[in-house]
């Protein structure tokens, strides 16, 4: 994707078209006057049943009251909306994204830049996605100085932006792919010891960021130069980050790392074993310490564009990118359409099948989470809407595939104002034209989006979106010129 302004950062435009409001805050884009939105089924968020015909007020970016339709006090002047026949739901919340470096069919770091996060936070807005957490790969400050900037309501609306800092071993962490963004901006802590680990956690956490993401990948390095992060560094990280009160997010990608990362206290366990089974051992532990869970499945999935009903996905890609998509011309392996699947594909799909029920039986708190932004076949917004639905298909059920993708966010973002229709919430919800509680794949029936009380113009958006410019032959071209492996990931030279 070729931006727009070329040469000129985000930050130096806000005289510009992106500025909202020069008065500088988030509750610039808030609608004051009062709006009751009545006659939907209201699908609160949390356990709680839906209310059939229901009502809320909205004002001044929040949810004032709600109930049953006739219950609502409405002041003297409210507008009304008729919402007859819909169904509203809170809006989802993404704690696994890696944000600002795709750009449809390019990948590159020349792709950071505040235009492109934006870009990225606005297609999760179009597709309904409130809040997205971006994991380990964003320079320390420019993370905070763009949370600082959003929610002074100096950017359009969009998804809000949370981020957690990166720690690996040198040369460890970000797959080959992301790694060639995290390197030269020296996004990822890197730490061989455990005084060291312990010594950036504190510098983390007197940088006011509440989240770390560990890697325990060596991503089966053959010449042994890549060494995964070992117990006696990751525990003593661990031990040091809950002393400040951080929530530590670790990738673990095979059993034993597995065991290893949740018997230590990780509160959040990244990725489902895919490659084998679970073991009676894993769902002990798992059965004792009950971490969040963070599946990120459907990035290995068969893109839903080769089959069924693609105007979904359509919608928001240039037609070349989805025409690239469909030969398999992505940054990261992915076969065309036109081949079979492989018998590989065929067992990770028996695998997940036995061994997703079972990490939800054994206490593993399921969170919505996509790994999106490696691969536009696999992209910001509708990868929420595929990755509830495998959840559905390998055994929740809509509701509880619903309530893990808006409330139970919140409790790893640890914000209080969003994840549920409820009094004193943010008006953070989708307006869809069918049930999702009927089938999960009504959560794509969206009728409108709104954050903070604001609806957002996703015409707009969407016009955006197709006339992208792809130059996919030059972007390539200056992604080879100037990758330069990292030396655990350099060839072997001969002997």
């Known amino acids: 994707m070729l931006i727009q302004h070329p040469g000129r950062c985000l930050w130096q435009m806000l005289a510009g078209s992106l500025v909202v409001a020069s008065v500088g805050t988030i509750r610039t884009h808030a609608q004051a006057n009062a709006v009751l939105y009545e006659g939907a089924r209201?699908?609160?968020?949390?356990?709680?049943?839906?209310?059939?015909?229901?009502?809320?007020?909205?004002?001044?970016?929040?949810?004032?009251?709600?109930?049953?339709?006739?219950?609502?006090?409405?002041?003297?002047g409210a507008a009304h909306v008729d919402l007859a026949g819909k169904t509203v739901m809170p809006t989802m919340n993404n704690v696994h994204i890696h944000i600002g470096y795709e750009g449809y069919m390019s990948w590159s770091v020349a792709n950071h830049t505040p235009e492109n996060v934006l870009d990225h936070l606005e297609r999760e807005a179009f597709f309904g996605v409130g809040t997205a957490m971006t994991m380990g790969d964003q320079p320390s400050s420019f993370a905070i100085r763009f949370q600082q900037d959003q929610l002074a309501g100096k950017f359009p609306p969009a998804a809000r932006f949370f981020f957690s800092a990166g720690m690996a071993p040198p040369g460890g962490g970000p797959d080959v792919l992301l790694i060639q963004g995290t390197t030269p901006l020296h996004a990822v802590y890197e730490v061989?010891?455990?005084?060291?680990?312990?010594?950036?956690?504190?510098?983390?956490?007197?940088?006011?960021?509440?989240?770390?993401?560990?890697?325990?990948?060596?991503?089966?390095?053959?010449?042994?130069?890549?060494?995964?992060?070992?117990?006696?560094?990751?525990?003593?990280?661990?031990?040091?980050?809950?002393?400040?009160?951080?929530?530590?997010?670790?990738?673990?990608?095979?059993?034993?790392?597995?065991?290893?990362?949740?018997?230590?206290?990780?509160?959040?366990?990244?990725?489902?074993?895919?490659?084998?089974?679970?073991?009676?051992?894993?769902?002990?532990?798992?059965?004792?310490?009950?971490?969040?869970?963070?599946?990120?499945?459907?990035?290995?999935?068969?893109?839903?564009?080769?089959?069924?009903?693609?105007?979904?996905?359509?919608?928001?890609?240039?037609?070349?990118?989805?025409?690239?998509?469909?030969?398999?011309?992505?940054?990261?392996?992915?076969?065309?359409?036109?081949?079979?699947?492989?018998?590989?594909?065929?067992?990770?799909?028996?695998?997940?099948?036995?061994?997703?029920?079972?990490?939800?039986?054994?206490?593993?708190?399921?969170?919505?989470?996509?790994?999106?932004?490696?691969?536009?076949?696999?992209?910001?917004?509708?990868?929420?809407?595929?990755?509830?639905?495998?959840?559905?298909?390998?055994?929740?059920?809509?509701?509880?595939?619903?309530?893990?993708?808006?409330?139970?966010?919140?409790?790893?973002?640890?914000?209080?104002?969003?994840?549920?229709?409820?009094?004193?919430?943010?008006?953070?919800?989708?307006?869809?034209?069918?049930?999702?509680?009927?089938d999960i794949r009504n959560t794509r029936a969206i009728d409108r989006v709104y954050l903070y009380g604001v609806q957002v113009d996703r015409l707009a958006l969407q016009a955006k979106f197709k006339r992208a410019v792809v130059d996919r032959d030059a972007t390539q071209a200056r992604f080879h010129k100037d990758y330069v492996p990292h030396p655990s990931l350099a060839p072997k030279p001969p002997d």
């Open 192 to 438: 061989s010891t455990a005084d060291q680990a312990i010594a950036v956690v504190r510098k983390i956490a007197a940088g006011k960021i509440g989240e770390i993401k560990f890697w325990v990948d060596n991503r089966d390095n053959t010449r042994g130069s890549l060494r995964k992060m070992p117990p006696e560094v990751y525990i003593p990280l661990i031990q040091e980050a809950h002393k400040h009160g951080l929530i530590v997010h670790a990738h673990a990608t095979n059993l034993q790392d597995q065991k290893g990362v949740v018997k230590a206290g990780v509160d959040v366990l990244v990725h489902t074993l895919t490659a084998e089974k679970v073991d009676d051992e894993l769902l002990a532990i798992l059965k004792q310490m009950r971490p969040y869970w963070v599946p990120v499945m459907g990035l290995g999935d068969r893109s839903e564009l080769c089959d069924g009903d693609v105007s979904f996905i359509e919608q928001v890609l240039p037609d070349p990118v989805i025409a690239d998509i469909r030969a398999g011309k992505t940054w990261l392996p992915s076969p065309p359409c036109s081949a079979p699947a492989s018998p590989q594909f065929a067992q990770r799909e028996e695998n997940l099948k036995y061994n997703f029920p079972k990490y939800i039986a054994a206490g593993a708190r399921i969170v919505l989470g996509t790994d999106a932004g490696v691969s536009a076949k696999y992209s910001y917004g509708f990868a929420e809407h595929h990755e509830i639905e495998m959840y559905v298909r390998l055994g929740l059920t809509t509701a509880e595939a619903i309530q893990v993708s808006t409330s139970r966010p919140i409790e790893v973002l640890r914000i209080h104002d969003t994840g549920t229709l409820a009094k004193g919430k943010r008006a953070d919800f989708i307006v869809l034209s069918a049930n999702p509680l009927e």
């Open 42 to 76: 209201v699908i609160v968020g949390d356990a709680s049943p839906p209310l059939e015909k229901g009502a809320f007020l909205v004002q001044n970016g929040h949810i004032a009251a709600i109930g049953r339709e006739g219950s609502v006090r409405v002041p003297l």
